[in-house]
């Protein structure tokens, strides 16, 4: 089912009416395909009422293309040396992230951006910290063709697939034209539709249980809440599900101190637009706890610190020491169960 980000503004605005102001969607023509997901039964009414809303139920899918798409996404060979695989740069036992500045790709070769989670990837409502990609199956094509990545393309792919003893006749059982790019992106991107995170403690908190988080906590929440944050981190993946500029309130990037790269300058690479120009997919927060260090250029190595730049860079405002604690311990209670660990 395609959402447009008229839609997705809508629902928002619904949901957060006065704090998006000054917010990005994406392009009026631009959606991306979602399985159908229902969210989880909500004994307490009020939930309803709050901006942030528990992590949506897996959608219905089918175990084998799982488990196909699991061993893909484990299979170095489908880079051009075999020795990087999709969970090389999101390892499913690092927070679906490598925990890295920058990933390393084949040869050695340096990134330059972050790698973003891969859990709860299936919310998103585009892929990559630009949005290039609509669909999970699109993200496909990225970081197999990077050179700085895993440098490989169909054909060689397609080739070592085929010679496998097993993907062959696994292939066959699910796709009628057997070993094929598509039916690769299709296997891949139904695992990582598999990996959503649910049952933190903050969900069992929306769900009734009122004592499971502490007082610290539930400060931290309403901080999060009064102080602006949930303009850009709400919905059930707390964030994924709209554009933002990075620095709306000072210069973050004239602040940093150092060269802009191409992939600081955000959607602008896409759209060439100069309104795009240093503009993001806001991330998500699900377990943001482990999903160190932050932002594109990974250049906060600790939770503190990138609530901090949030605060000076996006709301404006300092934050008190107790302050800062409280939040961040509220968002240590977003992290969910990972039954996609290997």
């Given at each position: 089912?395609?959402?447009?980000?008229?839609?997705?503004?809508?629902?928002?605005?619904?949901?957060?009416?006065?704090?998006?102001?000054?917010?990005?969607?994406?392009?009026?023509?631009?959606?991306?395909s979602?399985?159908?997901?229902?969210?989880l039964?909500?004994?307490?009414?009020h939930?309803?009422?709050?901006?942030?809303?528990?992590?949506?139920?897996?959608?219905n899918?089918?175990?084998?293309?799982?488990?196909?798409g699991?061993?893909?996404?484990?299979?170095?060979?489908?880079?051009?040396?075999?020795?990087?695989?999709?969970?090389?740069?999101?390892?499913?036992?690092?927070?679906?992230?490598?925990q890295?500045?920058?990933?390393?790709?084949?040869?050695?070769?340096?990134?330059?951006i972050?790698?973003?989670?891969?859990?709860?990837?299936?919310?998103?409502?585009?892929?990559?910290?630009?949005?290039?990609?609509?669909?999970?199956?699109?993200?496909?094509?990225g970081?197999?063709?990077?050179?700085?990545?895993?440098?490989?393309?169909?054909?060689?792919?397609i080739?070592?697939?085929?010679?496998?003893?097993?993907?062959?006749?696994?292939?066959?059982k699910?796709?009628?034209?057997?070993?094929?790019?598509?039916?690769?992106?299709d296997?891949?991107?139904?695992?990582?539709r598999?990996?959503?995170?649910?049952?933190?403690?903050?969900?069992?908190?929306?769900?009734?249980?009122e004592?499971?988080?502490?007082t610290?906590?539930?400060?931290?929440?309403?901080?999060?809440?009064?102080?602006?944050?949930?303009?850009c981190?709400?919905?059930?993946?707390?964030?994924?599900?709209?554009?933002?500029?990075?620095?709306?309130?000072?210069?973050?990037?004239?602040?940093?101190?150092?060269?802009?790269?191409?992939?600081?300058?955000?959607?602008?690479?896409?759209?060439?637009?100069?309104?795009d120009?240093h503009?993001?997919?806001?991330?998500?927060?699900?377990?943001?706890?482990?999903?160190?260090?932050?932002?594109?250029?990974?250049?906060?190595?600790?939770?503190?610190?990138?609530?901090?730049?949030?605060?000076?860079?996006?709301?404006?405002?300092?934050?008190?020491?107790?302050?800062?604690?409280?939040?961040?311990?509220?968002?240590?209670?977003?992290?969910?169960?990972?039954?996609?660990k290997s």
């Amino acid at each position: 089912m395609k959402k447009s980000s008229g839609a997705i503004l809508c629902l928002t605005t619904l949901a957060i009416s006065g704090l998006l102001a000054s917010c990005f969607f994406s392009d009026a023509n631009h959606g991306s395909s979602r399985a159908d997901a229902a969210p989880l039964a909500l004994p307490a009414t009020h939930i309803l009422e709050e901006s942030v809303q528990p992590v949506l139920a897996v959608p219905n899918l089918d175990p084998n293309k799982i488990e196909l798409g699991k061993k893909l996404f484990h299979d170095g060979r489908l880079s051009h040396d075999n020795t990087i695989a999709c969970a090389t740069c999101h390892s499913l036992d690092k927070g679906g992230t490598d925990q890295a500045v920058h990933s390393t790709g084949i040869g050695g070769a340096q990134g330059g951006i972050n790698s973003p989670t891969v859990l709860n990837s299936g919310a998103n409502f585009v892929q990559f910290w630009n949005g290039r990609a609509a669909t999970l199956e699109d993200q496909v094509n990225g970081p197999t063709h990077n050179p700085k990545e895993m440098g490989s393309d169909w054909p060689e792919i397609i080739g070592k697939l085929s010679k496998d003893e097993q993907y062959p006749a696994q292939f066959a059982k699910l796709y009628s034209d057997g070993v094929q790019p598509a039916n690769v992106r299709d296997a891949i991107a139904t695992f990582e539709r598999s990996l959503s995170t649910p049952n933190s403690r903050f969900d069992k908190y929306l769900a009734g249980d009122e004592n499971i988080l502490t007082t610290q906590e539930k400060h931290g929440y309403r901080l999060f809440k009064e102080y602006g944050c949930v303009s850009c981190h709400q919905g059930s993946n707390v964030g994924g599900n709209m554009y933002q500029q990075f620095g709306v309130m000072a210069n973050y990037f004239k602040d940093r101190r150092t060269p802009e790269t191409d992939d600081d300058q955000g959607r602008f690479s896409v759209t060439k637009r100069e309104q795009d120009r240093h503009v993001f997919r806001v991330p998500t927060l699900r377990n943001v706890a482990l999903t160190g260090p932050y932002f594109h250029d990974g250049t906060a190595t600790t939770l503190p610190q990138a609530v901090e730049v949030m605060a000076k860079y996006q709301l404006g405002r300092p934050l008190a020491p107790g302050e800062l604690v409280d939040i961040v311990m509220f968002l240590q209670t977003l992290t969910g169960d990972q039954k996609g660990k290997s």
